[in-house]
């Protein structure tokens, strides 16, 4: 290939990765106008945080763990104690990215209110004609960073620096013996989304310095 | 009621501590808002006897037949009723430092689906460590009050709890879950849950865990139904404190002694099946171990039976290790007394005691028969 060939080629390459970067940033700025949150300029700032306190185990490394940046980088943790043990990460675009936080924003995960969830529960256990417990379940925390958040509803003002957190014990547990109480159904939905995080085929260990 | 006499082993003697001491909680005092709840195994309708709870193994479960001897092993051990102190072994040396010892963590998940709580708050009162460790309580309406007294020590007699009321169990004058005379039987009249009936100079009944076990002078040892078990960490011996709240229900709806409604539990395996009374099966995530129950009232609302217990463990996630060592063919045996620590000996030890208590003649668990 010639000089000129090779300029050409240059010329075609970065034209070509300029309508990609276009439409791509068309798409997103739909999106964005579309969505209730924003999220911040800083690619490395943590958007999504998930962890699994195994439940049953004394430990300083509590469980597998996952951390999604604004960039789109997914890293997960898993212990020394379980299996394929080690860190791994694996990469969403902008629009898998947009994608993920918009399935948890719509599940109410910012809005959800863990008092109320509670006094839900405990409603639906005194409701209920059969007893029901569980022992030494996984406690969940999740926490969700947003630069900004409109909440749903006519009127609704929007946010600025909405940090998110929550942690239940014996979710699923819950979820499955009170599907009367929506926030625990709600909650549940964002927990299996994040979990499949830490499952995905196409995470890849994390190469050492 | 089965009567039962006792032989004179002199070995078995040898080995014998002079006391047991008793403690715990019950599954479903907290669910009930009854803090007195007696928590009765599958089966039990308010009439004395022989009581049979089996337990078996999903055979669609991972690792069923790698199952098989540890489930054998635990339920010989439940039976056996041997209280014993020293009973952790860490590092365990049969088995890798990275992995779960399935034993250990179905010896702690039995006792639950028989209806026995964590003698402390555990991770369900979603505090975190090391407060997690407090003796089970409830908040008292106004979040936990947790002051580990002047020792600084936590679920030992003198921590401070405020209003937050006691859910564990314990002799009454005696606040020790380790060591203490042996009761020829237990009910209202000797085993309480009201701090009224601690020794004078305590605040609060003692927990299960390894610290109370070490304030009150015995090294490796904490209840098996005291939540938290480590890797490479082998438990497969009960102590006093994880026997007690069984031979409490066993006295039956009236909690007393030698009436018509006390009962001898007896755990049984039933083999590879889901069709039994616990049914064991492995998931794919969440904790190591777990037991699901449902429960229903039974005779009063201070007691409850429960109906249904599912036993889970997750299989994929910990890597575990499935003893293959049989702790020999024992029949139940009777309620013995403590069994000095074990770690010396490792397991062969706690096999041979287990054996000796089920050969031996055996006693009646309840006094008067």
Wanted: aromatic letters at 8%; charged letters at 20%.
């Amino acid at each position: 290939m010639s000089r000129d060939d090779r300029t050409k080629r240059r010329c075609l390459d970065a034209a070509t990765i300029t309508a990609v970067v276009m439409i791509a940033s068309f798409a997103a700025g739909t999106a964005a106008a579309e969505d209730r949150f924003g999220l911040g300029s800083d690619p490395n700032a943590v958007v999504i945080e998930y962890l699994e306190r195994i439940g049953g185990i004394e430990s300083e490394d509590p469980g597998p763990s996952v951390q999604v940046f604004a960039n789109g980088r997914i890293l997960v943790h898993i212990p020394d104690f379980m299996n394929g043990a080690g860190n791994y990460e694996t990469q969403l675009n902008s629009s898998q990215l947009h994608a993920l936080v918009r399935r948890l924003v719509n599940g109410n995960l910012v809005e959800f209110d863990g008092r109320l969830a509670r006094d839900n529960r405990r409603r639906a256990i005194e409701q209920s004609p059969v007893l029901s417990a569980t022992t030494d379940g996984s406690t969940i925390e999740i926490a969700l960073h947003l630069d900004r958040y409109t909440a749903r509803g006519p009127g609704a003002l929007e946010r600025r620096g909405v940090s998110k957190r929550i942690s239940w014990y014996g979710l699923r547990h819950d979820a499955a013996h009170y599907p009367e109480v929506p926030q625990l159904h709600d909650l549940a939905l964002s927990q299996q989304l994040l979990e499949a995080l830490i499952k995905r085929s196409d995470l890849r260990p994390v190469a050492a310095d | 009621m089965k009567l039962r006499t006792t032989l004179s082993i002199p070995f078995l003697l040898a080995l014998m501590a002079p006391a047991t001491a008793l403690a715990g909680g019950y599954m479903f005092a907290i669910e009930t808002g009854f803090t007195d709840v007696v928590t009765h195994p599958s089966g039990y309708v308010g009439s004395g006897g022989t009581l049979t709870v089996t337990v078996c193994i999903d055979p669609t479960s991972a690792n069923a037949s790698d199952m098989v001897i540890p489930t054998q092993n635990v339920i010989r051990t439940w039976n056996a009723q041997v209280s014993t102190t020293g009973n952790v072994v860490s590092p365990a040396p049969d088995f890798p430092s990275t992995r779960y010892d399935y034993e250990s963590m179905l010896l702690h998940d039995i006792g639950h689906c028989q209806g026995v709580s964590h003698p402390a708050l555990g991770s369900e009162s979603e505090l975190g460590s090391p407060d997690v460790d407090y003796t089970r309580s409830t908040d008292g309406g106004d979040g936990y009050d947790l002051d580990p007294g002047s020792d600084m020590l936590i679920a030992t007699p003198d921590d401070v709890r405020g209003n937050d009321v006691n859910l564990n169990w314990f002799r009454i004058g005696i606040n020790n879950p380790f060591l203490t005379s042996l009761p020829a039987f237990l009910d209202a009249s000797n085993f309480s849950q009201s701090l009224a009936h601690l020794p004078g100079v305590d605040n609060y009944a003692a927990g299960g865990s390894d610290v109370v076990a070490g304030h009150f002078g015995f090294s490796d040892t904490e209840a098996v139904m005291h939540q938290g078990q480590s890797v490479g960490e082998a438990q497969r011996t009960l102590t006093a404190d994880d026997l007690g709240m069984i031979r409490y229900a066993e006295s039956g709806l009236d909690e007393s002694d030698g009436s018509g409604d006390d009962y001898d539990l007896v755990l049984s395996y039933a083999g590879l099946t889901a069709s039994c009374d616990i049914v064991i099966d492995s998931t794919s995530s969440g904790s190591i171990g777990s037991c699901s129950l449902l429960g229903a009232f039974v005779g009063n609302d201070h007691h409850v039976r429960i109906t249904s217990a599912d036993l889970t463990y997750n299989s994929v996630g910990p890597s575990w290790y499935f003893n293959q060592l049989s702790n020999e063919v024992i029949e139940p045996g009777p309620f013995v007394a403590s069994v000095p620590s074990l770690r010396p000996f490792g397991f062969a030890a706690a096999g041979l005691v287990l054996a000796v208590a089920g050969s031996l003649a055996l006693q009646n668990r309840h006094g008067s028969n």
